[in-house]
């Protein structure tokens, strides 16, 4: 028997009620910014209701500060970070779960630990990591006595190669947020609910381990794929510390980084109000369709897999 308690859910529906409306408001204000004209937005109180200037304010937020060129480096780095960390991640969890190897276990919870730790603890050693990926070889050659015999049978320039950097590239974008030990747990207790007796069929067909991984634990694996999509995608395309980091040319600026600029391009006028909320409907727009289109599998992945 179900108990009524409609004060209860009164009290719900009007928490409900008020958290739609503090995530939307701020959303519904971006939208009516972005449709009047800046005296308009700038008057107290703003009007409430949609103007006339949209489509006029993000022609001109698209021209201002190359947002375009920008919108294409968020997806281009959304991408790569997504695809990066659902391949690396998958492989360190199959690797994990089905391979008997010293340190197996040590690895994993050194993967794990990394949960512990924020991006922002990691920020210094992994920015000059980037900046210079090879200097330990200059290092290595010279206490070795290798850098000339090396120049010499080959031809290279061993000093620029020791000096070359990642930063204003997309490979230092993507490659330094590739790791992910949230996707490789994530898929390592999924590994670990389907039967052994699997594993062995596919042994006793004479299945090699990626063709077990490909046409067994990859099929079982699409909902929770599609889910750490959605999520990954996300986390990719509203990346701020980063990028503000390891890019200094514009033409490598990431839109979110885009936008910020523009506020603080300067700061002795008042910021075009409404142009500015025009690009941050844009940029919000590309993740909101990846979630919109995958929503069905997101939610599937989250509570449910196939087995």
Same mark, same amino acid.
């Given at each position: 028997? %179900?108990?009524?308690?409609?004060?209860?859910? +009164? *009290?719900?529906?009007?928490?409900?009620?008020?958290?739609? *409306?503090?995530?939307?408001?701020?959303?519904?204000?971006?939208?009516?910014?972005?449709?009047?004209?800046?005296?308009?937005? +700038?008057?107290?109180?703003?009007? +409430?209701?949609?103007?006339?200037?949209? !489509?006029?304010?993000?022609?001109?937020?698209?021209? $201002?500060?190359? @947002?375009?060129?920008?919108? *294409?480096?968020?997806?281009?780095?959304?991408?790569?970070?997504?695809?990066?960390?659902? #391949?690396?991640?998958?492989?360190?969890?199959?690797?994990?779960?089905?391979?008997?190897?010293?340190?197996?276990?040590?690895?994993?919870?050194?993967?794990? #630990?990394?949960?512990?730790?924020? %991006?922002?603890? $990691?920020?210094?050693?992994?920015?000059? *990591? #980037?900046?210079?990926?090879?200097?330990?070889? =200059? !290092?290595?050659?010279?206490?070795?006595?290798? $850098?000339?015999?090396?120049?010499?049978?080959?031809? !290279?320039?061993?000093?620029?190669?020791?000096? &070359?950097?990642?930063?204003?590239?997309?490979? =230092?974008? %993507? +490659?330094?947020?590739?790791?992910?030990?949230?996707?490789?747990? @994530?898929?390592?207790?999924?590994?670990?609910?389907?039967?052994?007796?699997?594993?062995?069929?596919?042994?006793?067909?004479?299945?090699?381990?990626?063709?077990?991984?490909?046409?067994?634990?990859?099929?079982?694996?699409?909902?929770?794929?599609?889910?750490?999509?959605?999520?990954?995608?996300?986390?990719?395309?509203?990346?701020?510390? &980063?990028?503000?980091?390891?890019?200094?040319?514009?033409?490598?600026?990431?839109?979110? %980084?885009?936008?910020?600029?523009?506020?603080?391009?300067?700061?002795?006028?008042?910021?075009?109000?409404?142009?500015?909320?025009?690009?941050?409907?844009?940029?919000?727009?590309?993740?909101?369709?990846?979630?919109?289109?995958?929503?069905? !599998?997101?939610?599937?992945?989250?509570?449910?897999?196939?087995?």
């Amino acid at each position: 028997m %179900i108990e009524r308690t409609p004060w209860l859910d +009164l *009290v719900c529906h009007i928490l409900l009620i008020a958290g739609v *409306v503090a995530v939307c408001l701020p959303l519904y204000y971006a939208l009516i910014a972005a449709t009047h004209t800046l005296p308009d937005v +700038l008057q107290v109180p703003m009007p +409430l209701t949609p103007g006339n200037e949209l !489509w006029t304010n993000l022609k001109t937020a698209m021209a $201002r500060g190359d @947002l375009g060129r920008q919108l *294409v480096n968020s997806l281009i780095v959304s991408v790569g970070v997504t695809v990066g960390k659902i #391949a690396l991640s998958i492989l360190s969890a199959f690797a994990i779960t089905y391979f008997r190897f010293p340190f197996r276990m040590t690895a994993f919870w050194l993967i794990f #630990a990394t949960l512990m730790l924020p %991006i922002e603890v $990691r920020i210094v050693p992994t920015y000059a *990591v #980037a900046a210079h990926p090879l200097q330990g070889l =200059g !290092w290595l050659l010279d206490q070795t006595g290798l $850098r000339g015999p090396l120049e010499s049978l080959t031809g !290279w320039n061993v000093e620029a190669v020791v000096k &070359w950097s990642l930063l204003d590239s997309y490979a =230092g974008l %993507i +490659l330094p947020l590739m790791a992910s030990a949230t996707a490789t747990f @994530l898929f390592r207790q999924l590994f670990l609910t389907i039967p052994e007796e699997l594993l062995e069929a596919a042994k006793i067909d004479g299945a090699s381990p990626m063709r077990f991984l490909i046409d067994v634990l990859w099929p079982m694996s699409r909902t929770n794929v599609v889910a750490l999509t959605v999520i990954l995608f996300v986390f990719g395309w509203n990346q701020y510390l &980063w990028p503000l980091l390891i890019t200094t040319e514009a033409s490598m600026t990431t839109a979110v %980084i885009g936008l910020s600029k523009q506020i603080s391009a300067a700061p002795e006028a008042v910021p075009k109000w409404n142009t500015l909320m025009a690009g941050a409907l844009l940029i919000t727009l590309p993740p909101v369709m990846v979630v919109v289109a995958l929503q069905r !599998w997101f939610v599937k992945g989250l509570v449910d897999s196939e087995k």
